[in-house]
Each structure stands twice: as C-alpha cells, then as structure tokens.
C-alpha cells in the first residue's frame, strides 16, 4: 500500500508496474487457458483414432481371413466378392466417419487458436503502448496511469466478453456434440461476467486521456454488443 508521503514519480512508477503485471498475467492467463484446450483437443483427437482402429481391427481380421481361407476352401467367386465388397465398403464408411471427426476436431482448435493469438495480440499491444509512452517517466504523472490501470480492467472485461460471445457462436454451430455444448455455454456464462464491471469503471474512465485508439474502440464495441444483448 502506499502512504501520503511517498512522492508521485514513486507512485507513477508503482502504478505503471500495477498495469505491467495487470497485462502480463493476463497473457499468462489466456496462454494456460489455450493450452488447456490443446490438450483437450489432443486427447479428443487420441480417442477417436484408438476407436476408429478398434472399428478397424476386426474388418482387418476378417478381409485377412477371408483371403486366407481361399487356400482351403473353393468359395464361389460372386459369394466371395460380395463378402470383399461388404468388407471393404464397412472398412471405408468407418475411416470416412471418423476421418470426418478427426476434421473437426482440428478445425475447432484452429478456431480457438486464432481466436486467443488475436485477443492476446490485443495485450501486447496495450503493452507496448503504455511502454512507449512512460519511456521518459518525468513526462508521465500519477493520474494518467490510474486512467489507464482503468482502462486495462475495461480491456480485460471486454476481452472476456468477445471469448464469451465466440463460445456461444460455437455451442450454436456444434450443437450435435451435446457435452461439447453444455461445456462452451457454461464457460461463456463464466467469461461474461466481468463486463458489468467495465459499465461501473466506463463511468469515471477519462477517454481524452492517452490510450490505444484501437483497444478504445475494441472496448466500445463490446460494451455495444453487450448493451444490445440486453
């Protein structure tokens, strides 16, 4: 905590840390997240190709049985061929359908891929602009970095808000894999939250004040869309 008497280069700088770690962790944050998805993906992705070879395994066995027996035994060559035939289009429907899965799979994580790369760029950028204008720190007082720690919550909160829309989209468009739904909605509801809190700080944030042209219209636009869905 800081007392009265600590000077305001002090408390400039100390803010400015605030902000610093305030982004940081947020893209610690979003990176965790993401690689907890990846593994959820690889893991899915595992699953699906261990059942597709256990479907696999018995059509293996039976087409290397069948041309096996043909030493032993005289089939008729129409029975024989209808057997291969069934077989081989049985073999096929099961790596098609499960080739399809696998594709989907891969698509959702390079959805959700793209999706967090492009909120996490929006970090970095905050980042990198703060740091450039706190370069020369006597040029910088305490009240624009308080502005901009602000601005930050409201980043923060409207990031959540554009994941939370994205994960509601996505429910929608898979909405045949049930527990895949119910888990992006429940996550969506949980992102969501933190945008009532940028409507309280857009009260008193100052927008005249230096911040990121960008970002400030990313924000707005978030809380239009939010106001929207109301």
Known sequence: MIDSDTNELEKTKWMISRIDML?????ESLNHD???????FDKGISK??????YLLSP??????LLLGSTAIFNFDVVVFSTILVILAIIGGIIFVIFTKLIGIIEKIHTEIDFVYANIIEKFWKSQGFMTSNVAD??????EEMENYLLFSHSL???VMHYISNYLKKMSKQYRYFSDFKKTLEETSVIYDENIEEVKQIWKVFDKTKSVHPDLLRFVEQELESKQKQE
Not at 48 to 53: A, G, L, Q
């Open 23 to 27: 982004h940081e962790g947020m893209i």
């Open 34 to 40: 993401l690689k907890k998805y990846e593994i959820g």
């Open 48 to 53: 699906v190709k261990e059942w597709r070879n």
């Open 59 to 64: 059509i293996g066995v039976g087409l290397t």
């Open 137 to 142: 720190i006597s040029k910088v007082n305490f």
């Open 156 to 158: 923060i909160g409207a």
